[in-house]
């Protein structure tokens, strides 16, 4: 047993056992204002802090509940998330803030703000745009979002605590940072790392900035072997596949998603204008979703880490990022980086027999 395994069995829990999550976010409610469920990078969990509430983003509850079903098609993490917060596993949330960006949360915003037993609702309206006037729009949202905040929490949203809690938040994505080096350098498991760095968005920040200090601190006697992939895809917070796909040969070497290097990879800028900086740096974190024709080519990435193939985890109906595969897989094509589409499924336990026989094929063809 090393150092670091009570930090990982304790963050893998946090993500595969909803049960455990709950149990944690329980003692976190009763020392905050409340517990603010977010949904998405362009939501600044730092504004959420300043304010006064624990910022948890959503993740997946893993076929754990059975519940009433959205119209179709919504894709499965959407579909996942109605059912656990209708089976009362998520009534510890306060409020919701939805980003203005797919349509499945789009829907799930309008039918959660009309039943009456569900938690207070705010959007962040986001532009489409990233130009000047774009920036000033995103900036008066950001504002206005922190003071309906404050109020819910009879608080206010001062430019010091802002600027405490993004410190707070840009040492977090500095020591993720020192891991996706060591991930890079096949010195660190990247399922381990993803565990951890999930959790994280879940974790009282304090806490896991310690925990992940250590974590960090880390390493590998003895460098990974396999073939070098890069993982692409919204969420991805299915452990088990991650893992099966290491097992299956894949050296998982960097990411692009949200989860993960998107949320790290560049700190929110201090100085000047606190709420023009957010904004700035949400506009520079383009995805399928939102702000697409600014996305940095994956065939780059793929070539800076050294990645003979990109495997997609998409979720089942998730309609932005199969289109955004459909487009990246054609350029990946082009330039010999071989790609593997895998949908996942939020309802559904355990690994596909189907998917293990495609990920098998996959790493034969590296
Ligand atoms: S998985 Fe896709 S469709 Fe579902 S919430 Fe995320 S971006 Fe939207």
């Not at 009534?91 to 803030?97: F, H, I, R, S, W």
């Not at 939102?290 to 003979?308: I, K, N, Y």
Request: hydrophobic fraction near 40%; include cysteine; charge should be negative.
């Amino acid at each position: 047993m090393t150092a670091v395994d009570p930090i990982l069995k304790n963050c893998r829990s946090m993500v595969l056992n909803p049960h455990h999550r709950r149990a944690y976010l329980q003692s976190v409610s009763a020392r905050s204002c409340g517990i603010i469920g977010y949904f998405s990078n362009y939501i600044p969990a730092e504004i959420i802090a300043a304010a006064g509430f624990h910022p948890l983003r959503l993740i997946g509850c893993f076929g754990s509940v059975s519940g009433p079903a959205l119209c179709d098609p919504m894709c499965s993490f959407v579909q996942d998330f109605y059912a656990t917060q209708c089976s009362g596993l998520a009534d510890l949330l306060t409020g919701l803030v939805f980003p203005n960006s797919c349509d499945s949360l789009k829907v799930l915003r309008q039918v959660w703000q009309t039943r009456p037993d569900g938690p207070q609702c705010w959007t962040l309206d986001h532009p489409v745009n990233t130009d000047g006037p774009a920036l000033l729009y995103l900036t008066s949202q950001l504002r206005r979002l922190a003071s309906e905040l404050a109020a819910a929490s009879r608080s206010t949203v001062s430019d010091e605590k802002l600027h405490a809690a993004i410190t707070e938040y840009n040492t977090i994505r500095g020591l993720l940072r020192q891991c996706y080096a060591k991930v890079e350098a096949r010195r660190l498991r990247y399922s381990d790392l993803l565990a951890v760095a999930t959790a994280g968005l879940m974790l009282d920040r304090n806490e896991f900035t310690r925990m992940l200090q250590e974590f960090a601190g880390s390493s590998l006697s003895q460098p990974l072997s396999g073939n070098p992939v890069m993982l692409a895809g919204p969420l991805t917070d299915d452990l088990e596949l991650v893992g099966a796909l290491e097992n299956h040969g894949a050296c998982i070497v960097g990411d692009s998603v949200t989860n993960g290097w998107r949320y790290c990879s560049q700190d929110i800028a201090t100085g000047g204008d606190i709420y023009t900086k957010i904004a700035q740096h949400i506009l520079s974190q383009a995805s399928p979703t939102a702000f697409d024709l600014h996305r940095p080519s994956l065939a780059a990435r793929a070539a800076e880490l050294g990645a003979c193939g990109i495997i997609f985890l998409n979720q089942e109906r998730c309609e932005p990022h199969v289109h955004s595969y459909v487009k990246c897989a054609a350029e990946l094509e082009q330039q010999s980086i071989k790609t593997l589409l895998i949908e996942v499924e939020h309802g559904r336990p355990g690994l596909q027999a189907r998917d293990l026989m495609r990920i098998e094929s996959f790493m034969e063809l590296l």
